[in-house]
């Protein structure tokens, strides 16, 4: 028996898992390049050997739905992907003992709110967040059938290096000296570094439920800004909040305009999750990102 599958593999946080899981036995699983290429959209999988713990990271995410067929995407990769997944892994008469799931914080479906814990109903309505939804489920229900652990992880913001998604746009303009932060910037984020989600997937004990992982810090925007752009050794230009505050009223009726009232009020509300169950019954205990930023 192979101790590790881990889907995704080739992905921003699946190539940090592959890293930690480095000296251990393991499988990989994703599009390319992998042990099994295989996509999980489309197919179910057919392993040739079984698994002690699956790990699964594959997903979509950091694209803008912009039509129904994008939108569809997202329940083809999450939502069938996992479906797949887990059709691959039944034809052994003996499953995993543990199934990790990597899901997200957008399942709350919220733009503000402080301390949200997992108790927090799930008001996602993304095609994002709708297929994660179904995605946990489909987890949870394997579990259930074949009394195997399963662990769901609900991230923020993962940092890390080379990151997708509005992260990555943003180093890319500040490498580039054309990104521009707001005035105040003094609303706080949740975000966790990935080397410490790698980490506890990889090492973690084998636990079932629902978890979410941040940093415990939750930096403001500010804060965040500085840290990056020292990194970087760059300079953060800024827009004064009233001018940004007209350009959104004024992008309500112009599109073409980058920002609007609804995209503003995003930016200057604080959303911050509360990891005080890992910490207490995973042993989590993260470091804080701003310190350790590793980009």
Aim: aromatic content about 8%.
């Amino acid at each position: 028996m192979t101790e590790f599958l881990i889907t995704g593999a080739n992905g921003f946080l699946g190539k940090y898992i592959v890293n930690a899981a480095s000296n251990r036995s393991f499988r990989t699983l994703g599009l390319s390049g992998c042990d099994y290429n295989v996509d999980l959209s489309t197919m179910v999988p057919e392993f040739e050997e079984t698994f002690s713990k699956v790990i699964h990271a594959a997903g979509l995410a950091h694209i803008q739905p912009e039509s129904k067929k994008t939108d569809q995407r997202f329940f083809e990769v999450n939502e069938i992907g996992t479906a797949n997944l887990l059709k691959g892994l039944e034809k052994f008469p003996h499953p995993p003992k543990s199934l990790v799931f990597i899901s997200t914080v957008a399942v709350y479906g919220l733009d503000e709110g402080e301390n949200l814990d997992e108790s927090t109903l799930l008001r996602g309505n993304t095609p994002y967040a709708l297929s994660k939804i179904k995605a946990e489920e489909l987890i949870t229900n394997y579990g259930t059938k074949h009394n195997v652990k399963t662990l769901i992880l609900r991230l923020p913001l993962i940092v890390g290096k080379n990151p997708p998604g509005n992260l990555g746009s943003m180093i890319c303009a500040l490498k580039k000296g054309y990104y521009f932060g707001i005035d105040d910037g003094s609303a706080r984020r949740s975000m966790v570094l990935a080397t410490d989600v790698a980490s506890l997937v990889v090492f973690g004990t084998g636990k079932s439920g629902i978890y979410n992982l941040t940093d415990g810090q939750h930096p403001s925007i500010s804060d965040f800004e500085k840290a990056l752009a020292t990194r970087l050794n760059r300079k953060i230009k800024h827009i004064p909040d009233q001018l940004v505050r007209v350009a959104a009223k004024t992008g309500d009726y112009m599109r073409f305009i980058p920002i609007n009232t609804l995209r503003y009020k995003k930016i200057n509300s604080t959303l911050t999750f509360s990891d005080e169950k890992a910490r207490h019954e995973l042993n989590w205990n993260p470091r804080p990102v701003l310190i350790h930023i590793d980009i």
